[in-house]
């Protein structure tokens, strides 16, 4: 059996790609080891280009900063779902599992989205997000601050003319309401894409993109193949959500960007096509959902 420092150490160097593509979506600031460390390490297996992304006004900021000193980093900036209700509710009983916070109302979460706002607007910052709906770690009384949020979030990509990055957990139909209530940005992310074929041919149908990260290896997620089985090539993106859900054989380690080519390589299986063509498809999908 491995022991518990092999299931804590960095997995290997994968072989590298021979097509580079772009990592649609990390986050930096939660790995190990300094940023140039990271890059570098990606850049030697091929993965080029990141999307580092905000979750929090502090998050957010780093992600703006590190995106104007990296050309090979573009940014993206948010309140995440759990952390609108955290905002305006605060944690008194723990739910969200990151530590007390007195509830500031619905006036510091527009002071926050203001904030936002005024990140979205700067030209590293090449999308908002990760903004959406969860239904599995905020409860209902929460569930009011986040859709608000979500809905604001919408609001600002449309009007500063960058993509919406949006995270769904267990909330493919509310999501979907919002989205069409609102009406979604010309460019928009399903990050960590968690829907079945089913939705995936919707997002298709509304030209929504599908990023899918290491889960898709998972054995118990033969929903996302399907999904990625039926999702338009020209909507396909890659992700690594570093440093969580690294990709099997590695589950339960730590992700980063440099494992990117596990994951293409097991898509690439998926769709039944070859992997140098599939990373080209995947480097111009990133680009073009980012405008970069």
């Known amino acids: 059996m491995p022991s518990n420092a092999d299931k804590n ?96 109302g619905d006036a510091a979460l527009d002071e926050a989205l203001a904030e936002i706002d005024r990140l979205a607007a700067l030209p590293q910052v090449k999308g908002v997000g990760e903004t959406g709906l969860d239904h599995f770690r905020t409860g209902p009384e929460g569930k009011e601050a986040q859709e608000r949020s979500f809905r604001a979030h919408i609001e600002i990509a449309k009007r500063h003319g960058k993509a919406l990055v949006i995270h769904d957990r267990d909330a493919h139909a509310d999501v979907l309401r919002v989205l069409r209530e609102e009406g979604a940005p010309e460019r928009t992310v399903f990050h960590c894409y968690s829907g079945d074929a089913d939705m995936a041919r919707i997002c298709a149908r509304e030209g929504y993109f599908m990023s899918f990260a290491g889960n898709v290896t998972f054995k118990n997620a033969q929903n996302l193949r399907d999904a990625l089985a039926v999702a338009p090539l020209e909507l396909v993106l890659v992700e690594t959500d570093a440093p969580f859900l690294t990709p099997a054989p590695y589950r339960g380690r730590p992700n980063a960007p440099y494992l990117v080519p596990v994951t293409v390589r097991a898509m690439a299986a998926v769709r039944g096509v070859d992997e140098d063509a599939l990373a080209t498809a995947l480097s111009a999908n990133t680009a073009r959902a980012f405008g970069y």
């Open 9 to 104: 150490a960095a997995p290997p160097l994968p072989p590298p790609l021979r097509v580079p593509v772009a990592d649609s979506h990390t986050h930096l600031d939660m790995q190990s080891g300094t940023v140039e460390e990271g890059l570098a390490k990606a850049a030697s297996v091929g993965v080029t280009t990141v999307v580092q992304v905000g979750c929090d006004i502090k998050g957010s900021r780093w992600a703006a900063e590190t995106a104007a000193a990296h050309d090979g980093v573009h940014a993206t900036v948010a309140l995440h779902p759990n952390e609108a209700p955290r905002i305006v509710l605060g944690d008194p009983d723990g739910w969200s599992r990151q530590g007390a916070r007195e509830p500031g």
